[in-house]
């Protein structure tokens, strides 16, 4: 019933109306054109070429244009355009390369007018000048674009492409004599009508041919090109130089672009193969189309928008034989169906969680989730006249907070600036991290590095009484460990700190959000409000109470530590409110992410006791006895860190490996190393331990992780003659064209290090300027200064 | 002495470090050395049976070594190893043990040796491109060394084919290698075979597999169809057999293994075509490459024989190649001149619409005629036979027995606009390689012809090219098809036609009789664009095919 929608436009005195409709063609269109009065369309391709009129029911036959007894090439139509100017006149390009001109005034049946057969390969465009009555532009396979003049019998002027395909050619709208042409190589050129023997200006747009450009009706430096590479870019070419400033990235090569009338960020776009349907875009969101007609059954090949100034009617013909008038409001809308949600790990094991306000709405009411703690807040954005989403804006979001105390990560930063991973013996190494370990009381994991001693160093160096006493204490170690959780203090260090930065996020969300007088939809099953110095204590012994609930719901943590512990657990929900909820396309991204350990996985682990420490210790009095070779444990070893990294203690995995470096290294596939080495960097910088990170970066052997060192570091330099920023070459400015960072001493460019006075700035190689300085305290260049270099 | 031990790797060698390179041949020498040292203990104590055979399948061990040793004394782009196993080589002579020698007049029987580029005397970019061949097969073949007039063809070609055998892609690396081994077999050429039977066991397939299609998968079964189709009458896949691959059940092909596929047929089916025009040998190490005979003793090719073409063809000699030769030294003048006044007088005289389509019609059906020997079948050479299941399907010419099939055009369905977005949709990557490789090859030129400089070529490269697909049936709408017939004459329609349709007739005599005056290089320029311009023909049908079955 959608379909039989009318819409009825004014403009400016003339009325449109219409509806969804097609009709069946002969044959194969390969493109369209409108009239200018917007009631008749022209449909051309191989074996047909013909005017229909557009009434408001139908499709009329009107003009069936390919007259005559035999079927010649010249009607076999790649292009067609009608003047937007004259209503009778019309030019199409043939496959073969002819142009021809039509003149509908003509009282014969065979309307053609002229005929040029200039081009020597098919001609894959043609286009009216949009002002001027008499000038035609052709674009052709054979490299050149023409330009004729319908009063005469030639074309006027060539231009050339330099032997590559033309595939499309635009006159600017507002500049009289300019016009845009694509190339099959990607590249897009300028010319101005006046000058044949040059173009004004050349860029690459695509990867690939270009196979469209459409310039914006209204603002002048815009044009959009769509590509093979399956692509659509918009380009300003106001500026200096042509600046890509929206990407669009389709699912198939982009046949043909037309930017949507009226409407200043939309385009419509319709695909060379594979993809039938013709969408609209709004190039401000790249990732959703804004609207997708799906009526065709094989590619479109042509679209044109019904009238200049309407933005509610499309025509569109396809290979499948049909015409077609979409309606704006009948397209379906692929937002519509999206399901923007997001999901994220904070630092400290908190999970929020976006999704849209009907799907969470839905859920909720679902009983079997009647624990839930989940507070969703529903709240709409400002409405803004310009963004066509508003409606799908709004969402809620939950926080799913894990209880400060387990959430508190010290261990886990002090034990990362603590450890020491290299520069010592390994024994030395073993002894210290284990030291580390059991001062901040992680037992289990300081039995792990005595051991990892006993293996690798000379094992009657440990004497058994001290390993049975630490023994005794890992034993024990596990309840006063358990017992950190219970407790209600929050780690004085870190985690204070962040309970108040969340505060004050609060605070100020609050505040936004009045400020933006956006609509809060009041939320039933939290009635207190949150201030912004609510005490710390007072929240933890509110939720006490209902914590073992909200872990049911949390699968990570509900299954490794429920079964275990009876002790209850604490959690402790918190309302978030964000203002500016992100758009879908934003969440798409965050989901592609790669996934984060979070910390409080990582803190899960440190909890789980190891069952065979004692099993361990008999080994080790085995290996006393009979002197194994230390291979002998490697397997146990690598059982040992995958058995920690699975717990999501990477730390401990990743600190084990480096310190022992080769004795286990070949033993564990590169693959999991590198995942365990991206985790634990990864965990390292969200604390801010950049340091730490870095070292291990440094000291990782997998070449992946230590090239991350290498990447995005970008060097800038300046010449040192015209000051402007060298581009190219880091040591050759190319404006004027010589070498920057010359050796005072070899004359030579210096490539590494470059070592300069900074008195006179003159300088060279390292090694060049130390040698030169042991024998003279004078500038190598001559200058006279005495140069000091410390 | 454990086999374990004796198991040679050459990978090694491969290396681009030189002292990896020199450690893998020291440890190839020990092993021979050993060997050799067995042998001659066999040998020095009385005859026994079982010892004897033994013996034997040492020394044949041993011989395939020596071999090896022999290609890559000759073929390995690195000097060293070159120098080394050629050092081995000799020791073992003076042992006592009899080594091979090459046969053959180098990588091409068509080609003196001396024309073709020497390993070793190569240009910094071809050794480039020499090691890189070397570091992904472990071998410098033939193929290679005569593409390598062109080297910037050759680039593109080895990153195709080692992205296609080698790189991520859907199908596995035995089913790779086996397919190629299908698509060669197709055209009966047995140097392909050869090579691929080689990798295929490499890989890890099966050799019972080699022994017929039936004895493969069904899933490669099935494609034996295709690949029939493919090869001699692509103008008749219809979308029923893309359907009846991808709906097999069980054994059925997703899009993209079924694209990878015929991107794997397609090509193998045009080197086919390479090997055979430009008259490739036997690899050195491969069967009939080399002989253990001293020289006196053999005065006959192997090679002729395996590729059962050569003496025998030489004797019923096309009527058409035999242009007196008094001819010759003005046939580059002629066609010159040809191509200027085509270059001229197209302003002037413009032929109407029924004068060009009637054009095409009459190169198409002239086609037909160009071959002098009636189409009977050689009896397929060796054991290639095993993967034909139909021996009698063979090229027929478009639309020959009244059969219409509607002409494919050009502009409805073209390589750059359609077949590449799908290509590079269901096998990302490889549209692009083989796009550029159309690219250089139908681009290709050194703005000379024969003796002539500074010749702009594009118009008879154009001609080839639309000659080629006009014997598929495919039209330019903007190609007046006459021109064809100015350009090319008849001995060289004679050499495109048969080269690109069946390529294993293809003769020395055919290859010298055309273009007398023209040089080598480009001769097998010319054999570029006939196997590009043929795997070009044979994907567009293919993927309209898959085009079609998709919407």
């Known amino acids: 019933m959608e379909k039989m929608s009318r819409v009825t436009t004014a403009l400016g005195g003339s009325v449109l109306t219409g509806r969804t409709m097609h009709c069946h063609l002969d044959a194969p269109a390969n493109a369209i054109s409108v009239c200018r009065d917007a009631a008749q369309v022209v449909v051309a391709g191989r074996s047909i070429f013909k005017i229909y009129a557009i009434e408001e029911e139908q499709f009329v036959e009107k003009l069936n244009l390919r007259v005559g007894r035999k079927p010649s090439l010249n009607l076999s139509c790649a292009d067609v355009v009608w003047h937007q100017m004259d209503e009778n006149l019309l030019a199409t390009a043939a496959t073969n390369g002819v142009v021809v001109t039509w003149n509908l005034g003509r009282p014969s049946r065979n309307k053609q007018d002229q005929l040029f057969t200039e081009h020597k390969r098919t001609v894959n465009k043609v286009c009216f000048h949009p002002t001027e009555a008499h000038v035609l532009l052709s674009g052709s396979q054979d490299g050149f674009m023409k330009c004729f003049d319908l009063r005469r019998k030639d074309s006027v002027s060539t231009f050339s492409g330099q032997s590559e395909s033309v595939r499309d050619v635009q006159f600017s709208i507002r500049d009289y004599f300019t016009f845009a042409s694509t190339f099959e190589n990607g590249n897009v050129q300028l010319w101005d009508i006046r000058r044949p023997d040059r173009c004004e200006r050349m860029f690459t747009a695509h990867n690939g041919p270009v196979f469209c450009c459409d310039w914006h009706p209204e603002d002048r430096g815009w044009l959009a090109t769509g590509g093979r590479d399956k692509m659509v870019k918009v380009w300003d070419m106001a500026t200096h130089r042509a600046k890509e400033v929206h990407c669009v990235q389709t699912i198939a090569s982009v046949a043909r672009v037309k930017w949507r009338p009226e409407c200043r960020h939309h385009l419509a776009t319709c695909s060379m193969m594979v993809d039938h349907n013709v969408y609209v875009w709004d190039v401000r969101r790249p990732f959703v189309p804004a609207a ?8 479109t090949t042509g679209i044109a928008w019904r009238h200049p100034h309407d933005p509610s009617f499309l025509l569109s013909g396809s290979k499948d034989s049909t015409l077609c008038q979409h309606l704006f409001r009948d397209a379906s809308q692929p937002v519509e169906r999206a399901n923007p949600e997001g999901l994220c790990y904070g630092l400290f094991g908190d999970l929020a969680f976006a999704a849209k306000e009907s799907l969470v709405a839905t859920e909720s009411g679902r009983k079997p989730y009647a624990g839930d703690r989940r507070h969703p807040i529903f709240f709409k954005r400002k409405l803004d006249p310009a963004e066509p989403f508003a409606g799908l804006a709004s969402s809620a979001l939950n926080i799913f907070e894990i209880e400060p105390g387990s959430g508190s990560m010290s261990w886990f930063v002090d034990t990362a600036e603590r450890y020491a991973l290299a520069g010592r013996s390994l024994a030395e190494l073993c002894d210290h991290n284990a030291k580390v370990a059991r001062e901040l009381g992680r037992n289990q994991v300081a039995q792990t590095w005595t051991m990892l001693r006993i293996i690798y160093c000379s094992p009657g160096l440990v004497p058994t009484t001290n390993l049975n006493h630490s023994v005794g204490k890992g034993s024990s170690c596990g309840l006063p460990l358990m017992n950190s959780f219970n407790l209600k203090d929050v780690a004085p260090g870190l985690g204070s700190e962040t309970r108040l930065d969340r505060s004050k996020g609060d605070t100020r969300s609050d505040t936004v959000l009045l400020d933006s007088s956006a609509t809060l939809v009041p939320n039933e099953d939290n009635e207190e409000t949150e201030g912004s110095d609510v005490p710390t204590d007072y929240l933890l012994g509110e939720v006490e109470g209902e914590d073992d609930e909200l872990y049911l719901l949390d699968p990570e943590h509900a299954h490794s530590e429920e079964p275990e512990y009876v002790l209850p657990q604490e959690a402790f929900p918190l309302r978030h409110e964000i203002v500016d909820t992100p758009p879908g396309p934003e969440h ?33 009095h085995a290996l006393c006895d009979s002197r194994l070779p230390p291979d002998f444990f490697s397997a146990l070893v690598c059982d040992m860190l995958r058995f920690y990294a699975e717990q999501g203690d990477v ?3 990743v600190s084990v490996l480096i310190v022992l470096g080769e004795r286990v290294r070949k033993d564990i596939d590169e693959q999991t190393q590198e995942h365990w080495y991206t985790s634990y960097i990864d965990l390292l910088q969200r604390f801010c331990l950049w340091n730490v990170s870095n070292q291990v970066v440094k000291l990782s052997t997998s070449r992946a992780i230590s090239c991350l060192n290498q990447a995005s570091t970008t060097l800038h330099v300046n010449c040192s003659h015209c000051k402007r920023p060298m581009s190219s070459r880091g040591w050759v400015c190319d404006r004027c064209r010589r070498c920057a960072s010359m050796c005072a001493v070899c004359h030579h460019v210096v490539k590494g290090l470059f070592v300069w006075c900074q008195g006179c700035s003159h300088g060279g190689h390292l090694q060049h300027i130390m040698k030169w300085l042991e024998g003279s305290s004078h500038c190598p260049a001559g200058c006279g200064h005495l140069c000091e270099y410390s | 002495m454990a086999e374990g031990e004796n198991e040679v790797r050459w990978d090694g060698l491969c290396s681009r470090d030189s002292t990896t390179r020199e450690t893998a041949l020291e440890n190839i020498r020990q092993i021979i050395v ?101 570091a992904a097969l472990g071998r410098l073949d033939n193929i290679t060394l005569v593409m390598v007039f062109h080297p910037q063809y050759l680039e593109s070609f080895l990153k195709t084919q080692h992205y296609l055998l080698q790189m991520d892609g859907p199908l596995p690396l035995h089913y790779r290698h086996y397919i190629g081994i299908m698509a060669a077999a197709r055209h009966q050429c047995s140097y392909l075979v050869n090579l691929h039977v080689n990798d295929f066991l490499h890989v890890g397939g099966d050799p019972k597999w080699l022994n017929g299609l039936e004895n493969a998968p069904q899933k490669l079964q099935n494609l034996g169809e295709l690949n029939k189709v493919l090869a001699h009458r692509p103008w008749l896949i219809t979308k029923e057999h893309i359907e009846g691959l991808l709906k097999a059940e069980e054994h059925s092909w997703s899009l993209a293994e079924l694209v990878h596929a015929v991107v794997l047929l397609t090509h193998y089916h045009s080197l ?18 080399h002989t253990f005979r001293p020289p006196s003793v053999s005065n006959y090719c192997i090679c002729d024989i395996t590729n059962g073409n050569h003496s025998v063809d030489e004797m019923q000699v096309n009527s058409a190649g035999n242009v007196a030769v008094s001819d010759s030294f003005f046939e580059v003048e002629a066609l010159m001149e040809k191509m200027k006044q085509l270059q001229e007088c197209r302003e002037e005289e413009e032929a109407s619409q029924e004068e060009m389509a009637s054009r095409f019609e009459i190169e198409k059906r002239e086609s037909m005629f160009v071959f002098s020997s009636d189409d009977d079948e050689v009896t397929p050479a060796r054991d290639v036979s095993r993967h034909f299941e139909d021996t009698s399907y063979g090229y027929k010419d478009f639309s020959r027995h009244g059969m219409h099939v509607p002409t494919f055009r050009v502009q409805d369905y073209c390589w750059e606009d359609h077949g590449y977005s799908l290509v590079n949709r269901l096998y990302p990557d490889v549209g692009q390689l083989i796009d550029e490789k159309f690219h250089i090859a139908y681009n290709l030129t050194y703005n000379t012809m024969a003796m ?10 154009r001609a080839i090219w639309n000659y080629i697909h006009c014997m598929f049936g495919i039209r330019y709408d903007d190609y007046d098809y006459g021109e064809i017939n100015q350009l090319l004459d008849r001995s060289f329609k004679v050499y495109i036609k048969t080269v690109v349709c069946t390529p294993e007739k293809v003769t020395k005599r055919m290859y010298d009789s055309f273009w007398r005056q023209f040089k080598h290089s480009e001769k097998v320029h010319v054999n570029l664009l006939l196997i590009e311009a043929r795997m070009q023909a044979e994907l567009l049908y293919a993927l309209r095919a898959i085009t079609r079955y998709m919407t």
């Not at chain 2, 690899?283 to 009939?288: A, F, M, R, V, W």
């Open chain 1, 292 to 299: 997708m007609f799906e009526e065709h059954r094989d590619v």
């Open chain 1, 588 to 620: 798409l991204q965050d989901k592609a992410d790669s996934p984060h350990v979070s910390g409080s996985e990582a803190d899960a682990a440190s909890l789980v006791p190891v069952d065979s420490s004692f099993s361990l210790i008999s080994v080790s």
């Open chain 1, 651 to 653: 730390q401990m995995a």
């Open chain 2, 34 to 134: 050993r060997k050799t040292e067995c042998l001659r203990l066999v040998k020095e104590t009385p005859y026994r049976p079982a010892d004897g055979l033994s013996n034997a399948v040492s020394l044949d061990g041993l011989n395939k070594l020596l071999a090896h040793l022999l290609m890559l004394s000759k073929r390995c782009p690195f000097k060293d190893v070159r120098e080394k196993s050629e050092f081995i080589l000799k020791s073992v002579q003076e042992l006592g043990i009899r080594i091979p020698r090459p046969l053959g007049h180098g990588p091409s029987r068509f080609i003196p040796e001396k024309e073709i580029l020497q390993v070793g005397s190569e240009d910094a970019q071809m050794h480039t491109l020499f090691a890189d061949s070397f």
């Open chain 2, 272 to 289: 086919a075509s390479f090997t055979f025009g430009c008259g490739i040998s036997p690899e050195i190490h491969c069967d009939g490459g």
């Open chain 2, 452 to 461: 002539h400089k500074d010749v702009d070529t594009s118009m008879l490269r």
